[in-house]
């Protein structure tokens, strides 16, 4: 899912790209992705685009008259750059929005039809789409401390509940904690002032730096391949990878259709976290430290280097 760093690219972009020009003609290829009634899709035509912004991980158009164009990507939704006049013909084409210059086709892979697009007629409306999380990159401590103290969480999930953080998700949040050099699965009440203080740091250096980089790349060319596994991450999508700081091996734990990347020896004092899945299948064969992990690792790595038996 596009977050925060993501969204601020695509803004950059898309202004780039349509901001002030007229919105000549929609095609619908998939009726699921409107997701109100009223207005209908083609009130938009003929209007012009007057500005871009982000509520949450929402992209909201903002177009002529007051009408809002709310687009919630969700795990697969996306924005291409397509020639004039190109038509959605693509299973995973929802949505092309045409332009004088350039068409910007809304796609979303997979079957779970989970991107939406709500139109929106005044601001007041506009905000109920606003999830309400602090904005961190414009925070202070004080305020980013209240908010974690105010519901008690695992840090992971503290990080990508959108009503107390916005714009944060499953990818930046792994590298937040990797940087702070803690758990993610340690409780929000457990916190001392100190690791507020080093998760307050980390998240705001963390964010700024992928702001910044995702912005320069996207004043150079239109973010086409947006993703949340980047080879420079630390330890997102890079499980059984070293980490960059200790070398240890990055590890995992995989629920539902997300996953949580850590480094044991920098955020878990060596302790391998259980994964529910795999956790339960091996149960007593589960390691429970780095130090059991890797003897296992390298006993694996000799057996499969020693020649066969009768040899």
């Not at 929802?94 to 779970?112: I, N, P, Q, R, W």
């Not at 994964?275 to 390691?287: E, G, N, T």
Request: charged fraction near 25%; charge should be neutral.
């Amino acid at each position: 899912m596009p977050e925060l760093p993501d969204i601020l690219a695509y803004l950059a972009a898309l202004d780039q790209q349509i901001g002030g020009k007229q919105l000549q003609a929609v095609q619908l290829r998939s009726a699921f992705l409107v997701r109100t009634p009223t207005p209908p899709l083609d009130r938009a035509i003929g209007l012009r685009v007057t500005g871009f912004r982000r509520l949450g991980k929402r992209v909201v158009w903002c177009m002529e008259q007051d009408l809002f164009l709310v687009f919630h990507l969700m795990i697969a939704g996306r924005f291409h750059l397509k020639k004039p006049g190109t038509r959605p013909s693509r299973k995973i084409d929802l949505l092309a929005m045409h332009f004088e210059d350039v068409t910007v086709m809304v796609t979303e892979a997979g079957s779970k039809k989970r991107a939406s697009l709500h139109l929106i007629e005044n601001e007041a409306d506009l905000a109920a789409h606003d999830p309400g999380g602090l904005e961190v990159l414009g925070a202070n401590l004080e305020d980013f401390a209240a908010v974690l103290a105010s519901r008690n969480h695992t840090l992971k999930r503290a990080l990508t509940d959108p009503r107390l953080f916005s714009g944060i998700g499953n990818a930046y949040s792994d590298e937040i904690l990797h940087a702070a050099r803690l758990s993610p699965i340690k409780w929000t009440s457990r916190l001392t002032d100190a690791e507020v203080a080093r998760l307050y740091e980390s998240t705001q250096e963390t964010l700024r730096t992928w702001c910044d980089c995702l912005l320069v790349e996207a004043n150079k060319a239109f973010p086409e391949k947006v993703t949340a596994f980047r080879p420079d991450m630390a330890v997102h999508g890079r499980f059984g990878k070293p980490c960059p700081v200790c070398q240890t091996s990055v590890q995992e734990i995989a629920y539902a259709s997300n996953e949580t990347n850590y480094c044991p020896r920098c955020q878990t004092a060596g302790k391998v976290l259980a994964d529910r899945q795999l956790s339960r299948l091996l149960r007593d064969d589960w390691p429970k430290t780095i130090e059991e992990l890797e003897s296992r690792q390298s006993e694996q790595d000799a057996d499969s280097s020693s020649p066969p038996a009768g040899r």
